[in-house]
């Protein structure tokens, strides 16, 4: 039996749901007309992200990385536009999103005109998406500690760390399959922090519940 469509679909699915998760912080700032207390910072940088991979798949020519990835950047562009019209800190958000801009056409003139042998350009492509990829899993252990000494899980998105954890064990298969470690090795440290961030809510969950307060951080 050939895994390979069904964990193709499963990739999708998986990660079309995660990137759907911001669209509660969407909801939040158009009920509230207000960003306070969310975060921008993982929405342009997931966007990056996207963008990245979705190079990547067009060079590896990979339906599933190129329909993933177009689905992806088109909601967090949707999510930095509707952030950049609630927030009260535009100055700040146009600086960020312009930096953002620069880097990504220096990437794309330095992969596209520059590197002109396909294979380096797979090579190095995915090396940079995976470094990424990997320091976005791993940016938020330092809230991890944190969480860990004051016993409040309440900073934590639940359906955001399940819709990680799947999304992350279906592309590691994925990639095991073709047997693209640019595509294994970054996804494997989302199950990791997934465990332990799932074993965090088992561990505290009934302290968080003690507490009427909620407040919703992207992790």
Known sequence: MDLLPLLSWACIVFTVGMFS??????KKMRESKSADNIQFLPFLTTCLNNLGWLY??????DQTIILVNIIGAFLQILYIIMYF??????????????????????????????????DIQLNQLGLTCSVVTVSMYLSPLTDLVEIVRSGNVQCLSFPLTVATFFTSTSWVFY??????????????PGI?????????????ASVSQSSPSYKPVQI
């Open 21 to 26: 998760t911001g669209l509660t912080d969407l």
């Open 56 to 61: 990547y798949g067009i060079l590896k020519k």
């Open 85 to 118: 019209r609630y927030t009260k800190q535009k100055r700040l958000v146009s600086s960020q999103t312009l930096t953002a801009v620069i880097v990504l056409t220096c990437g794309w003139l330095y992969f596209a005109m520059f590197l002109t042998d396909r």
């Open 175 to 188: 990639g095991l399959q073709l047997n693209d470690y640019y595509i294994v090795v970054p996804n494997t």
């Open 192 to 204: 990791l922090t997934s465990l332990i961030r799932l074993y965090l809510f088992w561990k505290f």
